[in-house]
């Protein structure tokens, strides 16, 4: 079972994350963060195998973190800006799940990175 960090400053989009996350068998702990500072304390605590990152954030954004902290192969970023798309695969993250999104489009993105992470 996987342990999943849901870091994104709009409360909405970290709960509809986390519904769809406890829906699954293959996840564990679930924590979330708001921001730059509660993103780099829970990544240190609980090294979470999988990371949904928002890029744009209040201060730091969620590209530069994952930059910072080295965990560019464990982040799915979670997006309104398709535009990032080339940066984010430049960066060598797991994928790019762009907003707003569905639940199939959720899931496909999530089993990815499941199977990347497997490897």
Not at 15 to 40: C, F, H, M, P, V
Not at 70 to 87: L, N, P
Request: with cysteine; proline share 3%; aromatic share 6%.
């Amino acid at each position: 079972m996987l342990n999943v960090l849901i870091a994104d400053d709009e409360k909405l989009a970290r709960l509809t994350i986390a519904s769809l996350l406890k829906e699954r068998s293959d996840i564990g702990e679930i924590y979330q963060a708001r921001n730059g500072s509660e993103i780099r304390q829970q990544v240190t605590q609980y090294q979470p195998d999988l990371i949904f990152l928002d890029i744009q954030m209040p201060g730091q954004n969620g590209i530069d973190i994952a930059t910072e902290l080295q965990i560019t192969e464990r982040v799915i970023f979670a997006t309104a800006y398709h535009q990032k798309s080339q940066e984010i695969k430049a960066l060598g993250a797991l994928d790019c799940l762009l907003k707003p999104f569905d639940d199939e489009s959720f899931h496909r993105v999530l089993d990815h990175a499941i199977a990347s992470v497997a490897k």
